[in-house]
C-alpha cells in the first residue's frame, strides 16, 4: 500500500512540474544570418513553428554584440511560412524585404533599434 501510495505521489509530482515548467514544443528553423557590415549587429530570420495547434510565424531579430553578450530585439513578425530577404544599406540601415506579407498578417514592424534604422518593402504597412 505505501508503495502504490509513494508512486501517484511522485507521478503526480512529476506531471505537475512538467506541466508548470511549460514545456517550450516550439522550434525555430533559422533561414538565414547576415552580419552588419562593421560586425557589431546580425540579423536572423527565422520560422517559428509551435505545433498543429498554431500557424507559423516568420520573425526577423536584430542582435547586437557587446563585450558581455548579445543582445536581441524582435523586429518584425508576420503570421505565416515567408521569404524573407534582409539586406544592410551601411552600419546603421537594414531593410528587410518581404513580398509576400500583407499588412493583415503582420504583427511586429519597428522602424528603428538600437540605433539602426529598418524600412521595409512589399509589406503595405
Known amino acids: 500500500m505505501i508503495r502504490i501510495t509513494t508512486f501517484l505521489i511522485v507521478g503526480v509530482v512529476g506531471a505537475s512540474i512538467g506541466f508548470l515548467s511549460g514545456c517550450d514544443v516550439c522550434r525555430d528553423d533559422i533561414k538565414g544570418t547576415v552580419v552588419s557590415p562593421d560586425g557589431k549587429h546580425r540579423v536572423v530570420s527565422l520560422v517559428r513553428d509551435c505545433g498543429a495547434t498554431t500557424d507559423f510565424a516568420t520573425q526577423v531579430v536584430l542582435e547586437r554584440n557587446s563585450a558581455i553578450r548579445w543582445t536581441s530585439e524582435r523586429i518584425f513578425v508576420v503570421k505565416g ?45
Not at 97 to 125: M, Q
Open 81 to 125: 511560412d515567408h521569404h524573407v530577404d534582409t539586406n544592410w544599406k551601411s552600419n546603421d540601415s537594414l531593410q528587410i524585404v518581404c513580398h509576400s506579407c500583407g499588412s493583415a498578417h503582420v504583427f511586429t514592424e519597428k522602424g528603428e533599434w538600437n540605433g539602426i534604422k529598418i524600412t521595409y518593402e512589399g509589406t503595405d504597412r
